[in-house]
Structures are given as C-alpha cells and as structure tokens.
C-alpha cells in the first residue's frame, strides 16, 4: 500500500473508533473509504469486520452500564434472520458488489425518509412488534453485506425515544453480539485470512483511539443536538453508497 492508502486506512480506523462512541453514520463512512481500499467482491467486509468487534468491546467496556436490554431482545431474532438472508444474497451477488451498496444507500435513505415522517404518523408505530421485526431484518442484511446496519439502528433507537447515553449503550451491546456472529459466516466465505488479521492488528490502536475520542466530544453534546447529528451522517452516509 502506498502512503495515501495507508493514511485514508488510519482515517477509517478512527472514523470505526467514533461510530462506536454514538456517531453511527460515521461508520458507512469507513465502509466506504475501505471498499475504495479494496475493491475486490466483498473483500472490504471481512476486513473491516475485526476492526468493528475491537471497538465494540472498547465501547462495551466504557457504555456498559446503560444498554436497554429489552430492545436487543426484540431486535436480535430477526437480526439472525436478515444475517443469514444476507450471506445468501452477498453469495448471489458476488459479482455484483456496486449493486449491493446501492441497495443499501435506498434503504438507509428510506428509512430516514420514514423517520423524519414519523411525527405525523401514529405514535405506537415505533412500539409494534412489526416495526422491530423490520429494523432487525433490515440491521441484519445490511450489516452482513457491508457492515453498514449503524444508520438503520440509529433510526430504530431514534424512534423509540432512547436518550443519548442509553442510545449509545444499546448500540454497543447490540453491535457486539452481531458483529462476533458473522465472523463464522465471513471465514466461511472466505473474508477473515491470517492476512486481513494482520491488517486488523496494525490499525486496532487507532480504533481504539477513536472510541475515546468520540466518547470525550459526546460528553459535550445535548440530547437534540445529538440526535440530528445522528440523523443527518445516516442520511448523509446513505446518499454517499447510493452514489
């Protein structure tokens, strides 16, 4: 890798870093700067991967404390469900990996399209056991394809009202257990090697960095200000993978 590539790596490992402190959208972000990287199928997911688990257990770690567990129990069945969906449907478009971002730069768009109607629409809607069913569908196909479920949990929380802290410590939990249950299905299509590992362990410093970098700037946010930042990377991070 020549030295640009080697600075736009660090600038995504500390972009992955900040996701996990609250700014999901950022997450795309490095989704994207990682499949320019390495262009090749899907070799960007598998790559990325073991870098999300690094900062999902540092994040763990210093959120803990304020998960909701109630939401990652209706989420996580139907997670499981769209993880499987979507390694049959990287399988099928294997070939055709600029299809399968696109697809999900739609769907995030969709979904803050839909968040941002959600105030004129009936306030229980958030709360149907359909409306997770959906969510965890959608979480578990986009992040199996491109580690990309960040915006589409961030609009779930959004809508059932999470307050920042409890936000954060949903989303740590929630990205722990479903990231550490795709690596069996990456290394069986052959995304996880002892070379991308490597790769993994020279940048994992600069992950973690980004974690308590984040964590230092959420300390200073208020709750409204955080949500639109929220909302607007999501939006943003999804118009840049339909692009």
């Not at 709360?127 to 491109?146: D, E, P």
Request: aromatic share 12%; proline share 4%; charged share 10%.
């Amino acid at each position: 890798m020549s030295g640009w590539q080697w600075a736009l790596a660090a600038a995504g490992a500390l972009l992955i870093g900040l996701s996990k402190a609250g700014f999901a959208g950022l997450g795309v972000f490095a989704v994207v700067i990682f499949a320019v990287l390495f262009p090749q199928g899907f070799a960007s997911s598998g790559i990325v991967l073991p870098m999300l688990i690094c900062a999902d257990v540092v994040a763990v770690a210093v959120y803990r404390r304020h998960a909701v567990w109630s939401h990652v129990g209706r989420l996580m069945p139907w997670v499981v469900v769209g993880i499987v969906a979507g390694c049959g449907l990287m399988w099928w478009l294997r070939g055709h990996t600029e299809l399968a971002r696109r697809l999900i730069g739609v769907t995030v768009l969709v979904m803050v399209v839909l968040h941002l109607l959600r105030r004129c629409a009936d306030a229980s809607v958030p709360h149907a056991w359909w409306f997770a069913a959906l969510m965890g569908f959608l979480a578990g196909v986009t992040t199996m394809i491109a580690n990309a479920a960040g915006p589409v949990l961030v609009l779930y929380m959004l809508a059932v009202g999470l307050p920042k802290m409890e936000f954060i410590g949903t989303g740590a939990w929630f990205f722990l257990i479903v990231n550490l249950l795709k690596v069996p299905f990456s290394r069986g299509l052959d995304l996880i090697t002892p070379g991308t590992m490597q790769f993994n362990l020279m940048l994992a410093p600069l992950v973690v960095a980004g974690v308590f970098v984040g964590r230092a700037v959420m300390a200073r946010i208020n709750q409204r200000v955080f949500e639109a930042v929220v909302l607007a990377l999501s939006a943003v991070a999804g118009a840049w993978l339909l692009w």
